[in-house]
């Protein structure tokens, strides 16, 4: 039986980022991982690397390549006619950049000695000061600590139980080997959104429930507005306030049947139906109870801010404990974690972790939004500008959308900046940089920016909160 100061459970962006960490601050450690790909070979890095981030964003940028050729191209004087797409070269591409980086994560081990082990782990108990545990189909380890990432599960709808071939999951979803000609999509969220933009795209017709009565609700309102009226645009058939009662597969087409915002019945049939309704923290089978881990209602490992969890030494980051479900989260928590046990100062400020929504438009959000500052009672003064007065937005033929800062009426601290509009992606991360240093919006207004940039519009979106933008 093997001793480790750490033994890591799930390699995805939580856990091998703890992982990496821990042994970069001299410390022995195991990581437990059960993942493995098509072909049966272990495949580190979680939901992100396998089934999440990274292939979604692959689909997602081959998907617009071919809508820009097909609809954008001939705005800037360029034609191309029959223009086709290779489904299964797109999804072998996709799969490429999967299995590089997840063999990346095989080398980033090997480099920083972390020992990596295949298959299910389980809590057994303490011995000691180490905590025993299992390794399904090998050896038991010890450990001194114990860093649990294991990561999130789709959630399931009961009345439409994935079958893996027509109700499929978002790893369903990310394997079409044929466009679907209607998908519906259960949950108009991120999952929803990203992926139904990537069929619509590539030619089908994409229908979305929605359970909510609001568009994106965790988006700045004005944003979501937006939003909608942008996808709607494009194509996307969204409904919201649908109530989704019964769904039957009859020869190899799903009806779905469910009720609009008005009560109206109504029914669909779709060649396949999406369900990402959110995702469930994964505890299944690692020995909570075994060893008295605390869990919330929600099957999350209760943790305080540190992700420490009721039992001694024992840890939990990333999508299995409170918080945004979003790989950064996972990796900065993995990060503070090991830093913690080897005896640092571990710090991760959930307060301002960004959003983004890979559409198109992108959407990006870090701090409050308007709602939940005016629900809150705080006095704020807000400033926004659109891409379209932007030289460099108009230049890519992507000038939708706009920046909104909003900032304390009093010390002018930013709070929150929300944007929809071409790399937003990219945009947030200087808002991120602004509020984790409690800047004003007077500092981001007096730092200079690039001529042309896109980062001049948050820069006159900080302008606009003093009421003194210049380009518009
Ligand atoms: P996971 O990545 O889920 O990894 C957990 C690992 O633990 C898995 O490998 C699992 O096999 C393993 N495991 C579980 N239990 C055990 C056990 N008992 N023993 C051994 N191994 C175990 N987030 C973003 O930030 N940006 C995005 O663009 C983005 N896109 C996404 C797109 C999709 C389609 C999906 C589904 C998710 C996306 N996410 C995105 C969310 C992101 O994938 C998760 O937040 C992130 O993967 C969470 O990391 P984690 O380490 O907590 O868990
Ligand atoms: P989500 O929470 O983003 O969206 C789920 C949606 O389904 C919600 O709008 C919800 O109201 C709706 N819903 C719930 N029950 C329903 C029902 N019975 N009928 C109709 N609608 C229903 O969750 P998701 O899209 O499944 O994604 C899961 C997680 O993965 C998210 O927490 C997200 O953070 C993460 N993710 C992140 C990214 C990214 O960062 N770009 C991309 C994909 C996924």
Redesign the pocket.
């Known amino acids: 039986m093997a001793d480790f100061d750490v033994v890591v459970i799930g390699a995805g962006p939580g856990g091998y980022v703890a992982a990496i960490r821990s042994a970069q601050l001299g410390l022995s450690t195991a990581c437990i991982d059960e993942w493995k790909n098509a072909q049966g070979k272990q495949s580190l890095g979680g939901?992100c690397l396998n089934v999440?981030?990274i292939p979604?964003?692959a689909l997602l940028e081959s998907s617009e390549n071919f809508e820009r050729v097909s609809h954008d191209f001939s705005a800037h004087g360029i034609t191309a006619s029959d223009v086709q797409y290779d489904l299964a070269k797109m999804l072998a591409r996709k799969d490429k950049i999967v299995s590089d980086f997840t063999s990346g994560i095989v080398q980033l081990f090997k480099k920083n000695k972390v020992t990596s082990l295949l298959g299910r782990a389980q809590l057994l108990g303490r011995e000691g000061d180490f905590w025993r545990v299992g390794v399904e189909g090998g050896e038991e380890v010890r450990a001194k600590h114990v860093v649990i990432a294991t990561g999130?599960t789709?959630?399931v709808?009961p009345?439409a139980p994935f079958d893996g071939i027509n109700i499929v999951d978002?790893s369903g979803a990310l394997s079409f080997t044929q466009t679907p000609k209607h998908l519906v999509v259960?949950?108009?969220?991120?999952?929803?959104?990203?992926?139904g933009s990537v069929w619509r795209r590539l030619g089908a017709e994409v229908t979305l429930?929605?359970?909510?009565p609001t568009f994106?609700?965790?988006a700045d309102e004005q944003v979501s507005k937006e939003a909608l009226r942008a996808f709607t645009k494009q194509g996307l058939k969204i409904h919201l306030g649908?109530?989704?009662n019964s769904v039957a597969q009859e020869a190899g087409t799903v009806k779905i049947s469910?009720r609009d915002a008005q009560g109206v019945a109504q029914e669909l049939v779709a060649d396949k139906l999406v369900?990402?309704?959110?995702?469930v923290a994964n505890t299944l089978g690692l020995g909570a109870e075994t060893v008295g881990l605390k869990l919330d209602n929600g099957g999350r490992v209760v943790v305080d801010d540190h992700c420490r969890s009721n039992l001694p030494n024992v840890y939990a980051v990333g999508?299995v404990v409170r918080g945004?479900?979003?790989?950064h989260k996972a990796s900065e928590e993995g990060v503070m974690v090991a830093e913690l046990i080897a005896g640092q100062a571990g710090h991760c400020d959930l307060s301002v972790v960004p959003?983004?929504?890979?559409t198109a438009p992108e959407i990006a959000w870090v701090g409050k939004t308007e709602q939940q500052l005016k629900e809150s009672g705080v006095s704020y003064k807000s400033g926004q500008f659109p891409f379209m007065a932007n030289g460099r937005a108009r230049s890519l033929g992507d000038a939708s959308g706009f920046v909104k800062i909003l900032a304390d009426t009093k010390s002018d601290r930013i709070l929150g900046v929300h944007i929809i509009g071409p790399m937003a992606?990219e945009l947030i991360q200087q808002a991120v940089l602004a509020l984790a240093f409690s800047a004003s919006s007077e500092d981001l207004a007096r730092i200079i920016h690039a001529h042309p940039s896109l980062s001049e519009v948050v820069h006159e979106a900080a302008l606009a909160v003093d009421k003194r933008a210049i380009h518009i």
Do not use: F, H
């Open positions: 939901t999440g981030c979604s964003k999130s789709p959630r709808l009345q978002n259960i949950g108009a969220g991120v999952i929803g959104l990203e992926l429930l929605e359970a909510l994106i609700p965790v649908a109530q989704v469910w369900v990402a309704v959110g995702r999508d945004p479900m979003l790989a959003g983004i929504m890979y992606s």
